[in-house]
């Protein structure tokens, strides 16, 4: 499982014009699956993206987690995380989680992720086209692969 994680001040997803996630500061995370991935993969990411400590401190350092400072996430499914560019322009999406696979694995990080904030996770639609507003904050993005921990 691929995670793009925006520190965020305020973030917004709209489906047909509906929004239909929203928050106000905190993680605005992509959530790309892989065909290899598994349940497995979520014990890693998870607690991973819930204790990342990028929110600054009192001494202007980054040093407190969404859990510390009980902020939020929104998350998006994007299967482009995976994305391969070796042959060519036109990315192959080969490597991708299958969309039924894809939709329970995105499903459970959801669970699972409000299960770890204790608090209702705001998403996107999974398989719609969709419209992402954000006001990054510092900007701070990370790059989380549960198949290579050194990112």
């Not at 793009?4 to 928050?23: D, W």
């Not at 204790?51 to 299967?79: A, P, T, W």
């Amino acid at each position: 499982m691929r995670a793009v994680v925006r520190r965020v001040r305020k973030a917004l997803v709209r489906v047909e014009g509906e929004v239909v996630g929203e928050i106000g500061e905190g993680l605005l995370i992509y959530l790309g699956v892989s065909r290899e991935d598994e349940v497995g993969d979520l014990d890693w990411l998870v607690p991973k993206i819930a204790r990342l400590r990028i929110f600054e401190d009192d001494d202007d350092r980054m040093n407190l987690s969404l859990k510390d400072k009980d902020l939020n996430v929104l998350v998006v499914s994007q299967f482009t995380l995976f994305g391969n560019l070796t042959k060519g322009f036109r990315p192959s999406f080969n490597r991708a989680a299958s969309p039924d696979l894809g939709k329970t694995l995105y499903e459970c990080f959801i669970e699972r992720m409000t299960k770890e904030l204790q608090k209702p996770v705001p998403t996107g639609r999974f398989r719609a086209h969709m419209e992402i507003e954000a006001v990054d904050d510092g900007p701070v993005t990370i790059l989380l692969d549960s198949r290579n921990k050194k990112y």
